[in-house]
């Protein structure tokens, strides 16, 4: 399958980002590559709330540590370790209950901000949006062909490399808004939120 370059009106550069990007020959640079490839998922986790994890994951070692220990244990030293291994219990579940209330509270303020997209459901459509992306080596365009995404989607102006990733964000939200795989409306303006 061939797309011409809505810029050039020619098929002679053009290629799937996809196939540009696996190219062996590596001629897209660095930055290139940046500005085009696929949109990492979203952290599904904070900073906080991964200190906070990985703090639990250390305390639930020492658990599990005096767990053993206590198992062998006798007399002064069983009642010893069974106190540490209450401590190391409460302390575990505490960070990681703590973990969990951060990261949600991270999730609700990325919602609030209007981020998008914040879950890996949103993600997929982003990343089904990237994978029909087609982009011109002519003219460092990239775009979207007639019916690239549905038999009924509007073919996209050339997008410069620099508003590509706005374009798949904001084309897999109006996807999402319009209730499913559903063409997007028109192009959406880059740098301006959807109404
Ligand atoms: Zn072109």
Redesign the pocket.
């Known amino acids: 399958m061939t797309a011409a370059?809505?810029?050039?009106?020619?098929a002679?550069?053009?290629l799937l980002v996809t196939a540009a990007l696996n190219d062996p020959r590596g001629e897209l640079d660095r930055p290139t590559r940046g500005l085009l490839d696929v949109p990492r998922e979203p952290k599904s986790l904070s900073p906080g709330s991964t200190v906070l994890y990985v703090l639990a994951g250390l305390t639930g070692a020492l658990l599990l540590t005096s767990f053993f220990a206590l198992l062998q244990a006798e007399g002064q030293e069983f009642a010893n370790d069974a106190t540490a291994l209450v401590v190391y219990l409460l302390f575990t579940t505490v960070l990681a209950v703590a973990g969990w209330l951060v990261r949600r509270e991270a999730r609700r303020r990325r919602l609030e901000q209007g981020g998008w997209p914040v879950s890996y459901e949103q993600w997929t459509l982003v990343h089904k949006v990237w994978r029909v992306a087609w982009l011109?080596?002519?003219?460092r365009?990239a775009f979207f062909p007639l019916g690239a995404l549905r038999p009924d989607f509007p073919a996209s102006p050339?997008l410069r490399y620099e508003h590509f990733q706005d374009w798949l964000n904001e084309t897999a939200r109006q996807t999402e808004l319009a209730g499913g795989f559903l063409p997007a409306a028109g192009t959406p303006a880059t740098g301006t939120p959807a109404a």
Do not use: I, K, L, Q
Request: hydrophobic share 15%; glycine share 0%.
């Open positions: 370059c809505p810029s050039c009106s020619t002679d550069h053009t011109c080596r002519a003219c365009v050339p």
